[in-house]
């Protein structure tokens, strides 16, 4: 998919709400996507790096976004529903969701994996994603056609030694994805995900320390992916889960 090239108007109109939009790959897909027409809702926890990418992206020419400050570790439904209430009253729909927030906890032994850590993990790339996925869903479908897309990783798709955690929380996206993906055949509703592969980010050498960073794709580089399943092209792709970079 690196090889698709966006029309500079792709997004031109559209509402995105991009999740971890302050750092790493969601934040190049915020200013990415602004980039190429859409109105951005900057999701994270961390408001100076959420500022700083809004900074960017008016800096940039790009269309006003907008903030919403919130750690998905302690979020609930209700902040959920708030949520999508305030986007209807402010925008009427939302034509993109991009789930891109993660962490990816401590490598360790699967019979070394702590209640609190497991619960945590879970907390944010699971719950969060599921329980904000279901209260956006009726401001998606007031969009003509609305694209959801998924973060997933290779381990998502095969197990690997010492990543249980994180692993196991990529499965169930990638089977979120799935269901969703079945539910909503010849809807104006698509769920897909994305894997990006080895990028250039704080979670990547977190995971890598020993790694040159150098070696690795930035997230400018691996944006054609992200442009393709939010625009309109992809308006028939559904229930895939798509690889950034070769394998
Ligand atoms: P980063 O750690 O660089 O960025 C993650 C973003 O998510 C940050 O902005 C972070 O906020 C935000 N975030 C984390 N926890 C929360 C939370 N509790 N509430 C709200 N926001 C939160 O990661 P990447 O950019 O590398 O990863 C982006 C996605 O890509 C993830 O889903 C990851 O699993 C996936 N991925 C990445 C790969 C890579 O090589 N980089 C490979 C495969 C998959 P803050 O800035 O405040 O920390």
């Not at 559209?14 to 915020?30: F, M, N, R």
């Not at 790096?49 to 006003?64: C, P, R, T, W």
């Not at 249980?164 to 269901?179: D, L, N």
Request: hydrophobic share 40%; charged share 20%; with cysteine.
């Amino acid at each position: 998919m690196n090889a698709y090239h966006a029309p500079e108007n792709l997004l031109a109109g559209k509402i995105i709400l991009i999740t971890g939009a302050g750092d790493g790959i969601g934040a190049e897909a915020a200013r990415c996507y602004a980039k190429h027409g859409a109105t951005c809702i900057l999701l994270g926890r961390t408001v100076s790096k959420l500022e700083k990418v809004y900074d960017d992206i008016v800096a940039a020419g790009g269309s006003e976004p907008a903030i919403v400050p919130l750690d998905l570790k302690g979020a609930t439904v209700s902040h959920y529903q708030q949520m999508a209430q305030t986007i209807l009253d402010q925008f009427g729909r939302l034509d993109g969701l991009l789930h891109n927030a993660s962490v990816l906890g401590h490598l360790s032994a699967f019979k070394d994996i702590g209640e609190d850590e497991w619960r945590d993990v879970m907390q944010i790339n699971v719950n969060g994603t599921i329980f904000m996925t279901q209260a956006l869903i009726p401001v998606l479908e007031k969009a003509p056609h609305a694209s959801v897309v998924f973060t997933t990783s290779s381990v998502g798709r095969k197990g690997r030694a010492f990543w249980g955690t994180y692993a196991v929380s990529k499965f169930a996206t990638e089977g979120a994805m799935q269901t969703l993906a079945d539910e909503y055949q010849n809807k104006s509703l698509r769920f897909n995900c994305i894997n990006p592969g080895g990028t250039r980010t704080n979670m990547r050498a977190q995971a890598f320390p020993a790694e040159d960073p150098a070696t690795l794709k930035t997230p400018a580089e691996i944006m054609p992916t992200y442009l393709y399943l939010m625009g309109d092209e992809s308006i028939d792709v559904n229930g895939e889960s798509l690889d950034c970079q070769p394998k």
